[in-house]
């Protein structure tokens, strides 16, 4: 019988398999760090000792802030800092990441007079450059996740949320996800397969490339069962195909927005009542409750803090797990 960890005060986890007891750790602690507007791209800055994130898009006309939450503490739980904004508008700024050279790479969603693109931010000076915003001459739709690979290249996602949304013109190419070699210029369609490709997430080796579907939801305030709420794995050819397409897991309730990797190589994604684990086979572990959070990243000095969005606030979870750190090539 599942463990609803009433032991720890409240719900903070559902333990569905003893493996996940490794994720947890005997002192398991989760709190709010911060009530604020945070929905999207959360990427902590270990230089800074700071978390960066994107807001709810405003309603009406549209309009999405790169925000900065500096964290004060060096142990758990933090506290939070100051809170500035970054960049508004952000071009309908959406996921995010951090490359190897402590760059901000930005999935610029774009609008109706401005093009999406996959641009890359100087955080010293907040200067902005674009990395890719076409394929093969044709406009991307709207950029939802990226991750840069240990060989520099850039791998993103394109649903065309935008357009669904009313702040895009209608698609002039499919949802899907690319691998983009900014010393080629080169961007290459790698899966087509999918109805709204998401959140996308190496395994530590950079074996397999795990890709969310969250199809279900078309629009927001949408549900469609039938529709894709699940997380598929590729197998890495060559450092630069995908091969052997399958289902890693299908999630419920909600869809699988956010995703992430430990470095164990356990799988974890947002759903809509929390974070869930799953191990490297695709069996499910548990759930750390955390009712709307879309997305979250781990950071804090040693990487093993769960930070979790929410929309109107920002979770905070010590882990016994570590996140996965990039590959050095």
Request: proline share 4%; glycine share 12%.
């Given at each position: 019988m599942p463990d609803d960890g009433a032991n720890q005060g409240e719900s903070d986890f559902v333990v569905f398999h003893d493996g996940f007891r490794k994720v947890l750790g005997k002192r398991f602690e989760r709190s709010i760090l911060i009530e604020t507007n945070a929905h999207e791209g959360p990427v902590y800055v270990a230089a800074e000792h700071a978390l960066y994130f994107t807001t709810v898009p405003e309603p009406g006309p549209k309009n999405i802030a790169i925000m900065r939450l500096a964290l004060e503490g060096k142990t758990f739980p933090f506290e939070a800092g100051r809170l500035d904004v970054v960049q508004k508008p952000?071009?309908?700024?959406?996921?995010?990441?951090?490359?190897?050279?402590?760059?901000?790479?930005?999935?610029?969603?774009?609008?109706?007079?401005?093009?999406?693109?996959?641009?890359?931010?100087?955080?010293?000076?907040?200067?902005?450059?674009t990395v890719v915003d076409a394929w093969r001459g044709l406009p991307l739709n709207s950029p939802n996740d990226v991750v840069e690979k240990?060989?520099?290249?850039?791998?993103?996602?394109?649903?065309?949320?935008?357009?669904?949304?009313?702040?895009?013109?209608?698609?002039k190419i499919g949802a899907y996800v690319y691998r983009h070699d900014p010393m080629t210029g080169m961007t290459d369609v790698v899966a087509d397969s999918f109805n709204k490709p998401n959140g996308l997430a190496f395994s530590p080796d950079e074996s397999v490339l795990y890709v969310t579907d969250t199809g279900a939801n078309q629009a927001p305030g949408t549900y469609f069962v039938n529709l894709p709420h699940h997380i598929r794995a590729f197998d890495i050819h060559k450092g630069r195909h995908l091969r052997g397409d399958r289902l890693f897991a299908t999630i419920s309730p909600g869809c699988p927005d956010g995703i992430k990797v430990d470095a164990k190589g356990r799988v974890y994604t947002s759903s809509a009542t929390g974070v869930q684990v799953f191990s490297p086979d695709g069996d499910a572990l548990g759930e750390i409750v955390a009712p709307g959070g879309f997305n979250f990243t781990f950071?804090?000095?040693?990487?093993?803090?769960?930070?979790i969005l929410g929309d109107t606030k920002i979770w905070q979870a010590k882990l016994k797990a570590k996140g996965a750190l990039p590959l050095v090539n």
């Open positions: 952000s071009n309908m700024a959406n996921g995010m990441t951090l490359d190897r050279k402590g760059r901000l790479l930005i999935c610029e969603q774009g609008r109706l007079d401005e093009k999406a693109r996959i641009s890359r931010m100087n955080l010293k000076t907040r200067a902005l450059e240990s060989d520099g290249t850039v791998w993103f996602t394109d649903p065309n949320y935008g357009e669904l949304q009313g702040f895009k013109p209608s698609a950071g804090g000095p040693k990487n093993d803090v769960l930070f």
